[in-house]
């Protein structure tokens, strides 16, 4: 007897099931044939996109979660680079980038954020059906005012100046 197996995961765009990730496996026997069909309902975001203004220095809190997340798993880009997949941070010099792990999701965490945090983070689900919630990032940083000429300028009542 010879036995094999073929895994279809999936549903076209538009189907009836866009909902839906469906997954289809087939075995192929001598004397049989059994098809089973798993219909798992893509996870819906409970989380909402922010925009979120963060003065330099601080904390970035970016929620990512989800009504069912079993099977499924988390992917988190920034500008379109990938930075964590499922509870693993890529890049492990970053060590202000943190996850925080809840049931049903988690919270991307930038400590002491910088200039080079402001950006577009997206979270999405493993689904084949197109699953994602964006957040934007921008950093506010202190002005630094320098004065021209920098020495103290003294005028007397009825003189005139001009700072640049």
């Known amino acids: 007897?010879?036995?094999?197996?073929?895994?279809?995961?999936g549903v076209p765009y538009g189907s009836i099931n866009d909902l839906y990730d469906t997954n289809y496996?087939?075995?192929f026997g001598d004397n049989q044939v059994r098809e089973e069909v798993f219909i798992t309902k893509t996870p819906q975001f409970l989380s909402h996109p922010q925009?979120?203004?963060?003065?330099?220095?601080?904390?970035?809190?970016?929620p990512c979660l989800v009504d069912r997340l079993e099977g499924f798993v988390l992917l988190w880009r920034k500008n379109e680079q990938i930075i964590s997949v499922g509870?693993?941070?890529?890049?492990?010099s970053e060590s202000r980038i943190q996850l925080e792990e809840v049931e049903n999701g988690n919270t991307l965490v930038i400590s002491l954020a910088d200039r080079a945090d402001e950006a577009e983070?997206?979270?999405?689900?493993?689904?084949?059906?197109?699953?994602?919630?964006?957040?934007?990032?921008r950093?506010?940083?202190?002005p630094?005012?320098?004065?021209?000429p920098e020495?103290?300028?003294t005028l007397s009542e009825g003189d005139s100046a001009t700072l640049s």
């Open 87 to 92: 509870h693993q941070i890529l890049d492990r």
């Open 139 to 142: 950093i506010r940083v202190k």
């Open 144 to 148: 630094v005012i320098t004065t021209s």
């Open 25 to 27: 496996e087939y075995e």
């Open 151 to 153: 020495e103290p300028l």
């Open 121 to 137: 983070y997206v979270c999405s689900v493993s689904a084949y059906r197109k699953t994602e919630i964006r957040h934007n990032v």
């Open 51 to 62: 925009e979120i203004v963060v003065n330099e220095g601080h904390t970035v809190r970016l």
């Open 1 to 9: 007897l010879s036995l094999s197996q073929i895994t279809v995961n």
